[in-house]
């Protein structure tokens, strides 16, 4: 089973940037897409972004394309988002997950293993 942290969240005013990471416990996940999806209070979890095994291939979801920028390191096993420009509405739970297959997937029903989420809240 992988195991994964989520570290980087914290309350920054609108226009600001923050830079999340993802750590997994086994370098077997670095064979996977890695996805980071948000929760905000009320709403459902959306996907944010995507990335496939080797970084090739990246996906994002409209409203951040531009401003978030999704990488990974797979030698340390990390998987960072890093989010320039952001807004009130970008206030939510981040988190990331490891995708049952290689390729980068927005489909939640894709990935198996979840973190536990870190607060981010966008002051305006």
């Known amino acids: 089973q992988v195991q994964l942290a989520e570290s980087g969240g914290g309350l920054v005013q609108a226009g600001n940037s923050l830079r999340l990471s993802c750590a997994a416990s086994?370098?077997?996940?670095?064979?996977?897409?890695v996805g980071w999806f948000r929760q905000a209070p009320g709403k459902e979890r959306e996907f944010v972004a995507s990335?496939?095994?080797?970084?090739?291939?990246?996906n994002y979801l409209d409203s951040v394309k531009g401003r978030f920028t999704i990488s990974r390191d797979r030698v340390k096993n990390t998987v960072d988002l890093q989010m320039n420009n952001l807004q009130p509405e970008d206030t939510a739970v981040y988190y990331c997950?490891?995708?049952?297959?290689?390729?980068?997937?927005?489909?939640?029903?894709?990935?198996?293993?979840w973190g536990q989420g870190t607060q981010v809240t966008v002051s305006s």
């Open positions: 990335i496939s095994w080797n970084g090739g291939t990246t």
């Open positions: 997950a490891v995708s049952r297959q290689a390729a980068a997937t927005a489909a939640p029903n894709m990935y198996q293993y």
């Open positions: 086994k370098r077997t996940s670095s064979n996977n897409g």
